[in-house]
């Protein structure tokens, strides 16, 4: 696998990580999105901080609500957020 | 099948930090249908008290439009509605000031006070909004998402 996949980061987590989106890398091992978190966590000290802080957090994919084993391909836009709070 | 064909017209989600119009809304499912029979209303404010000043908005673009698209578009089939209106504000919002409105437009009350309750259930937690409460002290809190909201949407 190769290309590029957008993540964003909404509300407190966006806060906390600093930025509301980046476009980064997909290696060959990267085919869920637990992968490409577990990916990022390891690259990054911030991710890896805020993500081992408690906290539900949730997950789309493609503007679709997913999983850690919802699958990633190249030019997916991954977004990460906490759950939500409207109304 | 999709609900584009037989919805067009009928049903209207706006995500806007612009205040809306209540009165405009009604009279536009008002125009509708000659068999509408009642239309239920739910507008959410933001409540103040614990020295609440406002509230900050914010959502995902995009998701957040498809996400209340499909629950109006549910609504609509699930209680045979024959209008639909979800309108939400997103930025910063004052005490006082409305959130969100909800309008549903049925042949009997029934029908419309029920696709109100279900719209406004599901839309706290299955659309892509975040509050953060902002006090007098300066204090600004992340609201964390209630369990009582989520059984509600459950209950659905």
Sequence with gaps: MSGTATILYFAALRERIGRGSETVPLTADVSTVGDLLAERRRQDETLEDVFAQPGRVRVAVNRVLGDLSTPVHAGDEVAFFPPMTGG | ?156
């Design chain 2, 1 to 156: 099948m999709t609900g584009a064909a037989h919805t067009a017209g009928r049903i209207q989600v706006r995500v806007q930090s612009d205040p809306f119009d209540v009165g405009h809304e009604t009279a536009r499912l008002l125009g509708l249908e000659d068999g509408t029979g009642g239309i239920s209303s739910f507008m959410g404010i933001v409540r103040g008290g614990n020295g609440l000043v406002a509230l900050e908005l914010e959502h995902y673009p995009g998701m957040c439009e498809d996400a209340l698209t499909v629950l109006a578009e549910e609504a609509f089939s699930r209680f045979a509605l024959i209008g639909c209106t979800v309108i939400h504000r997103v930025g910063r919002l004052l005490v006082g000031e409305p959130i969100v409105l909800v309008l549903a437009a049925a042949a009997h009350r029934a029908a419309a006070l029920d696709a109100t309750h279900f719209l406004i259930d599901r839309l706290k937690t299955g659309a892509p909004f975040w509050k953060a409460e902002e006090f007098t002290d300066g204090q600004r809190l992340w609201v964390e998402s209630r369990s009582e909201d989520e059984a509600a949407a459950a209950g659905w």
